[in-house]
């Protein structure tokens, strides 16, 4: 960084001004490098292939961590056991036959109601395809090893099921990745926005970049 200099001075001293103002606009950069380097342009487009190349990067991590997650969603909790209820009954045999009747006349209801739930949540959530579920476990990994495995090996993998339902399912892999996507940015917005309303948190995603640009550049300072 260069040092500053008193306004004061320079106007004391016209000469060392412009000398001043041409050094630091035409010969030097703001962090002291020189800008007459024959190697800059070479270096700016160094940079410029690095940042194609993190951005590339960025893109396939949040991609693999979505269908990730998507496939994490998308699985069913194991049926609950019956050891819970083995045990109530055991302990209603235990009891006075009083309390029995009336466990026995309010039970109807409490069992009910547990299985209308799961019917209402399986009319509002249908259930996907057992092929693109399957798609959604393995292509994560496939992406991550693909590079490393014999070309036929890849033929193998890609002309073998699920992988042949790729292109019936696309569709509905793209929508389900989507998704996933669009509630990962709102996390993030929430985060660098808490202050917005969380019905309207949808509309400051497309600001995140810059958002988060100010962030970095405040911590840096």
Do not use: C, G, W
Not at 17 to 40: G, M, R
Not at 81 to 87: F, G, L, N, T, Y
Not at 204 to 210: D, M, T, V
């Amino acid at each position: 960084m260069l040092p500053p200099i008193d306004d004061n001075v320079l106007k004391a001293n016209p000469r060392f001004e412009k000398l001043y103002n041409t050094i630091t606009t035409s010969i030097l950069n703001p962090d002291a490098s020189t800008k007459l380097d024959p190697a800059t342009k070479q270096h700016d487009a160094v940079r410029q292939e690095l940042k194609a190349y993190r951005l590339k990067a960025a893109r396939i991590h949040l991609l693999r961590t979505a269908i990730s997650t998507a496939a994490a969603a998308q699985t069913t909790p194991p049926p609950p056991s019956k050891q819970a209820e083995e045990k109530e009954q055991q302990q209603q045999l235990k009891q006075p036959k009083q309390y029995q009747t009336r466990r026995s006349k309010s039970r109807p209801q409490s069992q009910s109601q547990p299985q209308a739930q799961p019917q209402a949540q399986a009319q509002q959530t249908p259930a996907l395809p057992p092929d693109l579920i399957e798609l959604l476990f393995l292509i994560p990994a496939f992406l991550n090893n693909a590079s490393t495995l014999p070309p036929a090996s890849v033929s193998l993998l890609l002309t073998s099921p699920p992988f042949t339902s790729l292109p019936t399912l696309f569709p509905d892999l793209v929508a389900l990745i989507s998704a996933r996507l669009t509630a990962q940015a709102k996390t993030v917005a929430r985060v660098l926005s808490p202050s917005t309303n969380a019905s309207y948190i949808h509309r400051a995603i497309p600001s995140l970049p810059s958002l988060a640009s100010t962030l970095v550049s405040e911590l840096a300072t």
